[in-house]
């Protein structure tokens, strides 16, 4: 990469688009914000869920991570819930070394450890996730904001209540909130009566919050949100979109969350953010990416923790976006700017009145904003907006 970009006119940059109150605002959060506050990853959930299973559980979790390399807990969720399908909720025919029952079991003994993990008070506080819905009570918008999500835990829903900021999740109700299909398709700009000045929340792999449930009164199946409510042992949640078929699966969050996602970036001119995602999710990668290529007023900002040119980066990303130009991807050590890979240049020194740049590491010469705990900063001291005091989050200062 002999190309160089200079930060400051990279940071300015997003400053202008991100000053633009006629781009729809589409924000991305993947798994490394929640990491960046010390929630388990993917990959660490894989490892901690061991003690939530029994010995019986806990061979048949070995055996289908060892199927093929690289396997995480949600393919193990994959592998399960399809032997559910396959024979219900048989006690004697079993497919995958399962019977029908003790499949079922599995998957809720799984998903309850996840709760257990990720439902935790997160060891740097909510303070970064409080800062950034701070910043985005702070500008003003004709769209509304809208944050799309993978992950399971309740960071963002914590950060935007810590901040004061309203909120709609397409669950409807206060003693056990449903999933509405209806109000979350029906919120555009032609139907929708909710402000726009609320931000539109979508979890695209479920919550830690959601299950499957019977309305004790009418015995119709509904998709319920209890996230202070831990499962119990004959709860089903709602976590990672597997591929078992329902017979109402047009009715899934999970699906109309990814019909919002495609349908917000296949017309009209938006700005999505992305961070914390490494684009390991092939379903979304075809909806952005087909997206970039088809719709030219859309434009991507990514910003990456790894290395720019980490293998990981360059077979997600970089290699299928060749010849993309409204993509525009940030790592520490260099950017990709209209499909054009090069490395980044030292900024000139900050005003007086900055200590450093909020976007720039000087002793490692990176750019910094790949880490989400950066962002927050970088929003408020490069562009402009309220803080939110770590007292005010139950949070230690974080160092």
């Not at 999740?169 to 032609?190: H, M, Q, R, W």
């Not at 949640?237 to 009715?251: N, V």
């Not at 990668?285 to 990514?302: P, Y």
């Not at 090069?342 to 005003?351: D, H, L």
């Amino acid at each position: 990469m002999a190309l160089t970009f200079e930060p400051l006119r990279e940071a300015e940059e997003l400053r202008e688009q991100l000053g633009s109150d006629k781009r729809r605002l589409l924000v991305f959060f993947g798994a490394g914000t929640s990491q960046s506050v010390g929630i388990d990853s993917v990959l660490a959930l894989t490892k901690n869920i061991s003690p939530e299973l029994t010995s019986t559980q806990k061979s048949h979790y070995d055996r289908i991570l060892a199927l093929r390399s690289g396997s995480h807990i949600e393919h193990v969720l994959n592998n399960v819930r399809l032997c559910r399908e396959l024979i219900g909720a048989s006690t004697t025919s079993s497919a995958g070394g399962f019977t029908g029952i003790e499949a079922a079991e599995m998957d809720r003994a799984i998903c309850r450890g996840i709760y257990k993990r990720v439902k935790i008070e997160p060891p740097k506080g909510y303070s970064f996730h409080a800062n950034f819905a701070a910043w985005l009570s702070s500008i003003q918008r004709a769209m509304p904001v809208e944050i799309f999500s993978t992950n399971y835990d309740l960071l963002i829903e914590r950060g935007l209540e810590i901040a004061g900021v309203p909120y709609f999740d397409g669950f409807i109700g206060t003693v056990k909130p449903y999933f509405s299909d209806a109000a979350s398709e029906l919120d555009d700009e032609a139907h929708s009566r909710i402000p726009k000045s609320w931000v539109r929340l979508w979890k695209l792999h479920g919550s830690i919050g959601w299950r499957n449930a019977i309305e004790d009164f009418t015995g119709e199946k509904k998709v319920v949100a209890l996230p202070l409510l831990e499962p119990g042992s004959a709860d089903d949640l709602m976590i990672f979109p597997s591929h078992e078929k329902y017979a109402d699966s047009r009715k899934l969050p999970f699906v109309a969350f990814h019909d919002r996602l495609r349908r917000l970036t296949a017309a009209g001119e938006s700005l999505l953010l992305i961070a914390g995602y490494s684009f390991g999710d092939e379903h979304i990668n075809d909806i952005l990416f087909g997206n970039l290529r088809a719709n030219n007023r859309l434009a991507i900002t990514v910003f990456m923790f790894d290395s720019i040119e980490s293998s990981q980066t360059q077979t997600n990303l970089i290699n299928p976006t060749k010849g993309i130009r409204n993509l525009t991807v940030y790592g520490p050590d260099g950017a990709s700017i209209g499909g054009v890979l090069g490395k980044w240049a030292s900024p000139p020194k900050p005003p007086t009145s900055m200590d450093k740049w909020p976007f720039w590491d000087e002793s490692k010469k990176q750019f910094t904003l790949g880490n989400f705990t950066n962002v927050p900063t970088f929003l408020q001291e490069f562009i402009g907006a309220r803080t939110i005091r770590p007292a005010d989050t139950g949070a230690a200062p974080s160092k």
